[in-house]
């Protein structure tokens, strides 16, 4: 089982830089990583996802252009930078661990393994 820790969150003004970062139990080779968010009131959504192995990459269209998910070279780690920070992304922030194809990306249901959250807070 993948033990995932995520952090990195907190109280940020509008238009900065965030980078949340998730430490896994062990490599993330043969999985992909993905962010999901949940704001008060809301849904879970989909933010981004990495496929560890041939890198390819998906983002949620409200994202595009801001979020961008990385991955640590050892392995076990994978960020998800915020640029320009708006309000709207005040949520908690979760990473997640599975093996989805392409279609099912952005499904909560096809990740076995989940972070604990990390809050981000946007706020002037």
């Known amino acids: 089982q993948v033990q995932l820790v995520d952090a990195g969150g907190g109280l940020v003004q509008p238009g900065a830089t965030l980078r949340l970062s998730c430490a896994a139990s062990?490599?993330?080779?043969?999985?992909?990583v993905a962010w999901f968010r949940q704001a008060p009131g809301k849904e879970r959504e989909f933010v981004a996802a990495l496929r560890w192995s041939g890198g390819n990459r998906w983002s949620a269209d409200s994202v595009k252009g801001r979020f961008s998910i990385t991955k640590d070279k050892g392995g076990r780690a994978a960020y998800l930078q915020i640029d320009n920070l708006k309000p709207e992304d005040a949520a908690v922030y979760y990473c997640?661990?599975?093996?989805?194809?392409?279609?099912?990306?952005?499904?909560?249901?096809?990740?076995?393994?989940w972070g604990q959250g990390t809050q981000v807070t946007v706020s002037s």
């Open positions: 997640a661990v599975g093996r989805p194809i392409a279609s099912t990306v952005a499904s909560m249901s096809a990740y076995y393994y």
């Open positions: 062990e490599s993330f080779s043969g999985y992909s």
